[in-house]
């Protein structure tokens, strides 16, 4: 383990380096002077290794020439590293009460609408439903409802769902340290914590109430679950709530200071673009282009040979069968952004609107067709059992 | 007949190959059959060994090849041993591929681990394949516990350099009482060949074919290479030298007396 007098916080490094949004000016016009010669420069190195430079030259404005070519090497480089396989997983909402204000979410706390909370026994109904469709990759996903969705609640539920599931992780409210460790003495591998925008003024207000509020706060949970040895550190911007060249900047600097402090830990991308939700009225935010998205994930592959990059049922399905070739490594299915959603027995409202509406089947068969593999299995439940339980 | 062995059991063929990374178990099944290859190694975080119809499983005839289960994905020798244990009792299979990989990005395997693993597996009576760096020492040390082979790669996996640990595994296979296998990172079938002239009892190739336009095609590439690279060492090849040497040009004037 670091001690404290080695220790270089990353939220240090994002305000050296002006990332943390003091520095916005500087970098957007740093990334305005970028040259075609330089794209090319960067282009002609090695691929699959992380530079700062290289990065802001590979997301600038003048790289948007040369997509085809960054896809071409993405495309090598991801099938070199991750073979023809895409991995699939589901994801299961718990609850949508919450006590954050998230300007840009449907589960805000001033939105009134019923809310819906699971059971253990409803959450496994459902996570039964999602087993038969041949998931063993699941997704535990649940809004800042600590009263209800405790430690305690999740344990249980993740001892009951292991025996179904080969891989269990969770995308729900941030923990101390020790609070995820017991979430992984129970068999939860991976954490997914969205820092939604590395932008300190942006972050302010677009997230007014609730523990969710502080920014420095929010910075320092990436270190608390890699800290309690989750394997999969999770890790990604809300899209469409600031500059995406920027935020791609910072989530890289943010990945790179993981990936040298938690060497066993594997990091990944998810690329989620803001969509309708209930409520939320989109024109106050900076949406992103198709082709923003893409230049980002490829930038983002090309220094990154071997981050998990995974996209969600929030795109479209057109868009979606054209990012598996391009770099996406793992996507979820027939999603259900509501607690109770696969079961239908409870009319709640959704997170967010899904893009994506294909069936499992559906999606399994589009990767074929690609000459990929869908793969619903890549790790065991045996790995982590309490010693002695053999 | 020139044959491998590994734990007193023949094999005609000497190239193992590795199931990962493949478009579909069918493609898999096909290079496989097409490699000659007779031990195929699983993942067991990517099957379901206790599943007769888990897809991949189904698609490997157990009366031909010989399952090796790997034990990819463990970060410790704990874990390692656990889910050797969980496949044996589940399945009966007492071979494994030992693979303790802490770093998840070049993976590679840990030798005090690696170590650690072995001894306990050896003593529970597991036959023990371990992928390792190329170092003669540990080599030695695995052999002392009992290994039935060392797998030593060749460069870091996935990677397709070829073999760029060359003068450690000539010492490993020059000091070696079990097969030597060269696990990783051999790219095309030259690099095959290469190891199989240095001495190599066998090689072992999952990237290269599974990720080739055409695997089926690749896999009889790198059979034929494993073949002929074993003929070679067979026959005793000449060593190389960077100069031409002309017949003796200096003691030539000496005569018998």
């Not at chain 1, 979430?183 to 969205?194: D, K, M, N, P, S």
């Not at chain 2, 005609?12 to 290859?37: D, H, P, Q, W, Y």
């Not at chain 2, 410790?76 to 050797?84: H, P, W």
């Amino acid at each position: 383990m670091t001690t404290a007098t080695q220790k270089i916080d990353i939220q240090k490094i994002l305000a050296d380096r002006g990332l943390d949004g003091c520095g916005r000016e500087i970098w957007q016009k740093r990334l305005g002077e970028i040259t075609p010669a330089e794209v090319e420069w960067a282009l002609s190195r090695k691929p699959g290794y992380y530079v700062l430079d290289r990065l802001l030259t590979l997301v600038s404005p003048a790289a948007e020439n040369y997509l085809e070519k960054m896809a071409q090497l993405t495309q090598q480089l991801t099938l070199q590293r991750f073979g023809k396989t895409v991995r699939l997983y589901a994801p299961l909402y718990l609850s949508n009460y919450c006590v954050n204000g998230c300007v840009y979410c449907g589960f805000n706390k001033n939105h009134q609408f019923p809310r819906t909370r699971l059971t253990i026994e409803q959450a496994l109904a459902e996570a039964d439903i999602i087993a038969k469709e041949g998931f063993r990759d699941l997704l535990l996903v649940s809004s800042e409802d600590r009263q209800f969705v405790s430690v305690d609640y999740l344990c249980k539920l993740a001892s009951k769902l292991r025996t179904k599931f080969s891989s269990l992780s969770v995308e729900i409210y941030q923990m101390t340290t020790d609070e995820y460790a017991k979430l992984f003495a129970a068999g939860i591998e991976g954490v997914t914590l969205y820092q939604e925008t590395y932008d300190r003024d942006l972050y302010d207000k677009y997230h007014p109430a609730g523990p969710k509020a502080d920014y420095d706060y929010r910075l320092s949970g990436v270190d608390n679950f890699a800290q309690a040895e989750m394997r999969e550190i999770g890790i990604g911007v809300l899209l469409g709530l600031s500059d995406w060249r920027l935020e791609t900047l910072a989530l890289a600097e943010h990945a790179h200071y993981l990936m040298k402090r938690y060497w066993q830990s594997r990091i990944s991308f998810s690329f989620p673009r803001l969509r309708p939700a209930k409520d939320v009225d989109r024109r106050q935010f900076r949406l992103l282009s198709d082709k923003n998205l893409v230049q980002m994930i490829l930038a983002l592959r090309l220094c990154f040979a071997d981050a998990g990059m995974t996209i969600s049922t929030r795109e479209p399905a057109d868009l979606r069968d054209r990012l598996v070739k391009l770099g996406i490594t793992r996507m979820s299915a027939g999603s259900k952004t509501n607690p109770g959603g696969y079961t239908g027995k409870t009319g709640s409202v959704e997170q967010f609107e899904i893009d994506d509406k294909r069936t499992p089947a559906q999606i399994a068969s589009m990767l074929k067709a690609s000459g990929l593999e869908p793969v619903w299995k890549d790790w065991d439940a045996g790995f982590l059992l309490p010693s002695g339980s053999t | 007949m020139d044959k491998l062995i590994i734990a007193n059991k023949e094999f005609n063929s000497r190239l193992l190959i590795g199931t990962g990374k493949f478009s579909s178990s069918k493609v898999m099944a096909e290079a496989v059959e097409a490699s000659g290859a007779q031990i195929v190694t699983v993942a067991l975080r990517r099957v379901d060994i206790t599943d007769k119809n888990d897809d991949m499983l189904a698609a490997i005839d157990r009366d031909k090849y010989l399952l090796l289960p790997n034990t990819s994905g463990a970060r410790t020798a704990d874990e390692a041993v656990r889910l050797s244990r969980l496949t044996r009792a589940a399945t009966g299979i007492n071979w494994v591929k030992l693979e303790v990989t802490p770093d998840p990005y070049y993976l590679l395997p840990d030798p005090v681990e690696t170590l650690k693993a072995a001894e306990i597996l050896v003593k529970e009576g597991f036959i023990v394949l371990p992928y390792i760096n190329a170092d003669p020492i540990l080599s030695k040390r695995l052999q002392d516990v009992g290994t039935a082979t060392v797998m030593p790669l060749g460069s870091p996996i996935g990677s397709n350099q070829g073999i760029k640990a060359r003068a450690a595994i000539e010492i490993i296979i020059e000091q070696a009482n079990v097969p030597v296998v060269v696990d990783a990172g051999l790219g095309l079938p030259s690099h095959a060949a290469e190891a199989m002239e240095m001495g190599a009892d066998a090689v072992l190739i999952n990237t290269a074919i599974a990720t080739a336009a055409e695997p089926v095609k690749m896999a009889v590439g790198f059979k034929l290479a494993v073949e002929a690279g074993r003929i070679a060492y067979l026959s005793g090849a000449a060593d190389q030298s960077k100069r031409a040497s002309a017949s003796s040009p200096l003691t030539g004037f000496l005569r018998n007396e």
